[in-house]
């Protein structure tokens, strides 16, 4: 299949979708996807990953005891804590509030109940994919995750597939375990949501970015 975009519009156009249609992905493409995004770069090309994808039948029981969990309010439980937005910088903590007041601002809903409700069914996505590491894997092992996750999302993009990552998506691994077959000797690190996009509200916030100035320092 023939590139849809440039680079630098694939950078451009990516972005988080929190609500997706209720549209399967062809297999071949979620299948070309990963393949593609198995070309990314490890720590002495060890590849350390694996990689779980949940459709179908298997999702909807996934999504089910999610949105029951909610409901619950059961706290996450992730095999990696995510840590508390106060343990973030300073920047990272503004960063966060700005979204969640802009989301708020644009659901014209303080409380935000349509934003917590799509999380909690996974925003609606038809296939997650799960990466995960060995348990005891590296500092490093996490780095090639990230070039994992970013190279899935891309591919995905390229051919017309939008995502989301997000912690929603693996904040109860035992549940993922049972139904994907994940061995206990492995850590769920990254949940990816793949889907097409829905025209719905949720979708029409854009999160900033910081600027080359304010991130980059060049010396010569």
């Known amino acids: ?127 997650v994919v799960y990466l995960t590491l060995p348990k005891g894997h590296t500092k490093y092992s996490i780095l090639d995750l990230g070039a994992l996750e970013m190279s899935i999302m891309l591919a995905a993009k390229d051919l017309g597939v939008d995502s989301i990552v997000a912690y929603e998506l693996i904040k109860y691994p035992d549940v993922l375990r049972n139904s994907c077959k994940i061995p206990e000797n492995e850590d769920i690190i990254i949940g990816i949501a793949l889907g097409y996009e829905e025209n719905d509200i949720l979708n029409k916030y854009r999160a900033d970015k910081l600027s080359l100035d304010e991130v980059c320092h060049f010396y010569k």
């Open 1 to 127: 299949m023939d590139s849809k975009y440039k680079f630098k519009e694939l950078m451009k156009e990516r972005h988080s979708v929190r609500k997706f249609q209720k549209k399967e992905i062809p297999e071949n493409i979620l299948k070309e996807i990963i393949s593609i995004s198995l070309l990314s770069p490890s720590w002495a090309n060890t590849q350390p990953w694996n990689i779980y994808v949940a459709s179908g039948n298997t999702l909807e029981e996934i999504r089910k005891i999610w949105i029951s969990k909610n409901k619950e309010n059961v706290k996450g439980y992730s095999d990696i804590p995510p840590g508390h937005r106060t343990e973030f910088s300073e920047r990272s903590q503004k960063i966060i509030e700005k979204l969640l007041n802009k989301v708020g601002e644009l659901l014209k809903d303080p409380t935000m109940k349509e934003f917590n409700e799509a999380n909690a069914s996974m925003f609606s996505a038809p296939s």
